[in-house]
């Protein structure tokens, strides 16, 4: 079974600083993708950034990249000059290389950027 | 151009009571998908209708719940007798289909209380 672990409920980072929310994932499948959502305090989800396990850089969206260690199973988060607007929960999720594309969650992380 | 819609926006039942969540896609989106969201939770998938059939049901949680999409665009969700426990968040996100567009657009959710 597919299962994708947040272990940080909770982080700090200061304003304008770099932060990396951990993420691992566990499947079986050759072919997975791998993304990241944020969802601020008004709900909605909003995406952020994907990998695909065979892509073979790490994928980069403006301030945020994605480390993807693929024998480590996991797939971090990292934004740079964290900003006050980036206060949210993240939410990292894995889709099966089927035609579904159905999205696994983890458990998210609170980011709080401290001025 | 529009995002994915939902209605209503926060819906409050009773116990037993019948409940219907509507979602509107992006246009041109063949893939729809259902998530519940619990409090402090990441989403979980409950259904995937690519056009207008239900092509994966595996995460509806019992026969109370089911969820159609008669023209392959608008989709509800219906719950039969709620239970206090089918209070949440339900999310509903829409992809434009086919392989190799991976990237799910969520709507704003329904928030189901039950008393």
């Known amino acids: 079974a597919q299962k994708i672990t947040q272990t940080q409920p909770g982080m700090f980072v200061q304003e304008k600083e770099a932060v990396t929310l951990d993420c691992t994932y566990d499947t079986s499948d050759p072919s997975y993708g791998l993304f990241w959502y944020k969802q601020p305090s008004s709900g909605e989800m909003i995406f952020l950034i994907y990998q695909g396990s065979y892509d073979q850089q790490n994928a980069t969206e403006g301030r945020y990249s994605l480390n993807f260690q693929k024998a480590r199973k996991s797939a971090n988060l990292v934004i740079s000059a964290s900003q006050l607007g980036d206060s949210a929960m993240y939410f990292c999720a894995m889709s099966r290389g089927d035609s579904s594309y159905k999205l696994i969650f983890g458990s998210g992380t609170r980011l709080l950027v401290r001025p | 151009g529009a995002g994915v819609s939902q209605t209503p926006s926060n819906k409050v039942t009773e116990k037993g009571k019948y409940v219907e969540l509507r979602c509107d896609p992006i246009s041109g989106h063949t893939a729809l998908y259902w998530y519940r969201q619990s409090l402090g939770q990441g989403p979980e998938f409950l259904i995937y209708?690519?056009?207008?059939?239900?092509?994966?049901d595996s995460g509806l949680p019992n026969d109370r719940f089911f969820a159609v999409r008669p023209e392959g665009s608008v989709s509800t969700l219906k719950i039969q007798r709620t239970e206090r426990g089918d209070s949440a968040v339900y999310l509903c996100?829409?992809?434009?289909?086919?392989?190799?567009?991976?990237?799910?657009?969520f709507g704003p959710g329904t928030r189901l209380t039950v008393l």
């Open positions: 209708f690519q056009g207008t059939g239900a092509a994966d």
């Open positions: 996100a829409s992809r434009i289909g086919g392989s190799g567009d991976n990237e799910q657009f």
